[in-house]
């Protein structure tokens, strides 16, 4: 599975963007996807996971309320709607697709986030 984010970018304190990250090399319906980050000098962290079996939904407590994780299947795609960015939100996001049965996992190249005034 190939993995491809984009959407990434430059973006004032408040502002939004959104990522999508699409996948080629095989269907992403039994894939639960991920997002995480990066950023200089802190350790990788988790933002938001969507399962496939259910849909359901997972964020970090820094994101909560603000990112909206969404998958679709028939695009082979993942979405991450990110509202009320905050210069902290500034990193490399990767996505991640973990196949749900035999546990192989892929990541994408990352897509830099830059939050400025």
């Known amino acids: 599975v190939k993995l491809v984010e984009s959407g990434g970018g430059l973006v004032q304190p408040g502002g939004s963007l959104r990522l999508s990250c699409v996948a080629s090399g095989d269907t992403l319906d039994d894939y639960d996807i991920g997002w995480f980050r990066r950023s200089p000098g802190k350790e990788r962290e988790g933002v938001s996971c969507?399962?496939?079996?259910?849909?359901?939904?997972v964020y970090a407590d820094s994101v909560k309320g603000r990112f909206t994780i969404s998958r679709d299947n028939a695009k082979n795609t993942v979405y991450l709607q990110m509202n009320s960015l905050k210069p902290d939100d500034t990193a490399v996001y990767y996505c991640?697709?973990?196949?749900?049965?035999?546990?192989?996992?892929?990541w994408g190249q990352g897509t830099q986030v830059t939050v400025s005034s």
């Open positions: 991640k697709a973990l196949h749900i049965r035999l546990r192989s996992d892929y």
């Open positions: 969507i399962s496939s079996t259910d849909g359901r939904t």
